[in-house]
C-alpha cells in the first residue's frame, strides 16, 4: 500500500540559519533511511502557503474556477512538505513517520492512498 | 449426518443452542475467517450468514454434532459464492482458487483443532489509529460477538449510530492497511497497553453504573472479564494482563455488596464482606502471585494488588492502610495521576488520621478543580475534623459535579448526617 505523509507545522515560527541548517540535514539523514529501505516513492518540502494559489469551482457546478491567493484554509498550522511511501501496512507506515523529523508541535498525518483509480486496474 | 434426533429440533432449543455457539464461538471463527478471506467486513457478512441459514438447518435437520464446524464451514461456502457472484471482487480470484469450497458443513473440522486467532483480532480492534469508542465497539461486536443492538443499548447510544460506528471503523480498517497480526516484540508492550485499556473501559462502563440497565451494564462486566481471560489465555506471559484479570476479578466479586437493598451505593468500609465472591478472590489472588513471578510491576497489577488488600482483609477495621498507602505511592510513581495521589490521601487519613489527608487533597485542588470524588473526599476529611460548614460547603461543591444518581444520592446522606 501507499501512504502519503503530510507534514503539518508552525509556519510563522522564526528558525535560526542554525536551525534550518539541522532540519535540512535531518530530513536528508530521513530521505537517504528511507531510501536505503527501498520505501520512498516520493517527497518534497514545499514553499510557505502564502505563495499558494487556490483555485475553486462554484458549488452550483459552474464550470467557472475562481482562482484566489493563498491555501486552502487559513489557520497557523499549514502543509510544509510531504513523502509518499510504500509500506505493507499502517504498522509499517507508522514505523516510518514515527521517525520524520518534525518541529515542536509540529504533526504528521498518514493517508492512505486508494488505489482504486489507479491505471492497471480500470476498464 | 450426524445429528442429535434427525427429525425436526424445537426452534426454542435451536435458538439456544446459536445462542450459546455465538457467545462462544463467534470471536474465534470470525478470527479465522478474517485470515482466509483477507477482510474483516467480508468475514463477518459471511458469519452472519452462517449464523441466519442455522436458524433453519438446524430445526429441519437436528443440531451439528460440532456447531462451531458447521458455522465455519457454511461461512466459508457462502464467503466463496460471494465471492464468485461478485464481479467487483474479480481481483479476489486467486484467493478465491486458494480457498475453495469445503465438503459439506457435516465433515467439518473439530473445534480443537482451529487454530484461535482471536489475539490478532483484539490487536487489530484496539489498533491506537482507530477512535477509542471504536475500539471498544469493535472488540465487543468482533471478539466478544455482541450484536450491534446489545451493544448500542450498553453505552446507551441508538443502534444506527452504534452501527455507523462499527461500520466507519471497519472501513478504516481496510482502508488505511491495519494489519492483522500480532505486534512484534518490539511493538507489543505499547499495543497490550492499549488492548488492556479497553478491557478496562469496557469493564468500567458496566461497573460505574451511572445510567441504563443493570443487568446489561453487569453483562458488561462479566464480557470484558471473559475478554481478559481470553487475552491472558493466549498471552499467558503478560504480567499486566494477568494483572488486569485480577483486578477485574477483584472489582467484580464485590458486585452484590456495593448496593443496599435500596439500591443504595455502599462504600467499602460499610460493605457486606460476607457478600463479596469467595472464588474470585482467591482466583484473583493466584493471578496475582503469577503476574509477580514476572518481576515487571505495572499499573494494573498495582492496583490490582490493592483491591487484593481489601477483598483479603475479613473487617473494614484491620485494613493495612499503611502497605495500601505504600502500593498507592507506587502507582503515583508509574502515573502520575493526581487521582492516585487522592487515593492515596484516603489511605493516609486511616493511619495518620484525617489532617493529614487533608493536606495531601489540599494540594491536589488545582489538579482536579471539576472532579467531584476530590470535593468529597476533602468534605469526608473536614467532617472527620469536626469543620462541619466547610464539610458542607465541600459536600455541596461535589453534589453539584456527580452525576450519577447513586453518588448524588450519597452525598445528600452525607449532607443530611451532618445537619446540613
Redesign the interface.
Given at each position: 500500500?501507499q501512504?502519503l505523509f503530510l507534514i503539518y507545522g508552525d509556519e510563522t515560527a522564526q528558525y535560526t540559519p542554525e536551525q534550518e541548517r539541522q532540519t535540512g540535514e535531518a530530513h536528508g539523514a530521513y530521505w537517504q533511511m528511507l531510501h536505503d529501505h527501498g520505501v520512498v516513492r516520493g517527497g518534497e518540502r514545499l514553499h510557505a502557503s502564502g505563495t499558494a494559489t487556490l483555485l475553486r469551482r462554484p458549488a452550483d457546478g459552474g464550470d467557472d474556477r475562481l482562482v484566489t491567493d493563498g491555501p486552502f484554509t487559513e489557520t497557523k498550522e499549514q502543509l510544509g512538505g510531504f513523502y509518499l511511501l510504500e509500506?505493507?501496512?499502517?504498522?509499517k507506515?507508522?514505523e516510518y513517520a514515527r521517525q520524520l523529523p518534525v518541529g515542536p508541535g509540529g504533526a504528521v498525518e498518514?493517508r492512505?492512498v486508494?488505489p482504486f483509480m489507479s491505471v492497471d486496474?480500470q476498464g | 449426518m450426524v445429528t442429535r434426533g434427525g427429525q425436526r429440533t424445537d426452534p426454542v432449543a435451536v435458538g439456544a443452542a446459536l445462542d450459546s455457539a455465538h457467545r462462544s464461538d463467534w470471536g474465534r471463527l470470525l478470527a479465522l475467517l478474517t485470515r482466509q478471506l483477507h477482510s474483516l467486513d467480508m468475514a463477518e457478512e459471511a458469519l452472519q450468514d452462517a449464523f441466519t441459514l442455522a436458524v433453519t438447518a438446524w430445526q429441519r435437520s437436528g443440531l451439528p454434532a460440532q456447531p462451531a464446524a458447521w458455522l465455519l464451514t457454511t461461512a466459508r461456502n457462502r464467503a466463496v459464492e460471494r465471492l464468485r457472484r461478485d464481479r467487483v471482487l474479480r481481483?479476489k480470484l486467486p484467493l478465491l482458487l486458494h480457498l475453495g469450497m469445503e465438503p459439506g458443513p457435516e465433515e467439518g473440522p473439530e473445534m480443537s483443532t482451529i487454530p484461535d486467532l482471536r489475539l490478532r483480532l483484539l490487536f487489530t480492534c484496539c489498533?491506537p489509529?482507530l477512535a477509542i469508542e471504536s475500539r471498544v465497539a469493535l472488540t465487543l461486536r468482533c471478539v466478544g460477538g455482541l450484536t450491534t443492538a446489545e451493544i448500542s443499548r450498553a453505552f446507551l447510544v441508538s443502534e444506527p449510530t452504534m452501527a455507523a460506528r462499527i461500520t466507519r471503523a471497519k472501513k478504516k480498517i481496510a482502508?488505511?492497511?491495519?494489519?492483522y497480526r500480532e505486534?512484534s516484540d518490539a511493538?507489543l508492550p505499547d499495543r497490550l497497553g492499549g488492548v488492556l485499556a479497553v478491557l478496562y473501559l469496557v469493564f468500567n462502563e458496566g461497573y460505574s453504573a451511572s445510567t441504563g440497565d443493570v443487568a446489561i451494564r453487569r453483562d458488561l462486566c462479566e464480557e470484558a472479564i471473559r475478554l481478559a481471560r481470553v487475552l491472558v489465555a493466549l498471552a499467558p506471559d503478560e504480567p499486566e494482563a494477568l494483572g488486569l484479570l485480577a483486578l477485574l476479578l477483584l472489582q467484580h466479586a464485590r458486585r452484590d455488596a456495593r448496593f443496599d437493598g435500596a439500591g443504595r451505593l455502599v462504600l467499602l468500609p460499610d460493605q457486606d464482606r460476607t457478600r463479596w465472591e469467595r472464588g474470585a478472590i482467591v482466583e484473583a489472588v493466584a493471578l496475582l502471585g503469577r503476574a509477580a513471578s514476572h518481576a515487571r510491576l505495572g499499573g494494573y497489577q498495582l492496583q490490582a494488588a490493592i483491591a487484593a488488600r481489601h477483598a483479603t482483609t475479613d473487617r473494614a477495621e484491620d485494613t493495612d492502610w499503611r502497605g495500601i498507602a505504600a502500593l498507592y505511592a507506587g502507582l503515583e510513581a508509574l502515573t502520575s495521576s493526581p487521582i492516585v495521589t487522592l487515593n492515596r490521601a484516603v489511605a493516609v487519613a486511616e493511619y495518620e488520621g484525617p489532617a493529614a489527608g487533608l493536606s495531601i487533597v489540599e494540594g491536589l485542588a488545582a489538579d482536579l478543580p471539576s472532579y467531584h470524588l476530590l470535593h468529597s473526599t476533602r468534605a469526608d476529611l473536614l467532617r472527620r475534623l469536626g469543620r462541619d460548614a466547610e464539610a458542607a460547603a465541600a459536600y455541596r461543591t461535589a453534589l453539584a459535579l456527580a452525576r450519577s444518581p447513586a453518588d448524588r444520592d450519597l452525598l445528600l446522606r452525607r449532607l443530611a448526617e451532618i445537619g446540613a
Open positions: 500500500m501512504y509500506c505493507s501496512d499502517l504498522d507506515a507508522l498518514v492512505p486508494n486496474e | 481481483s489498533h489509529a482502508a488505511a492497511g491495519i494489519p505486534p511493538e
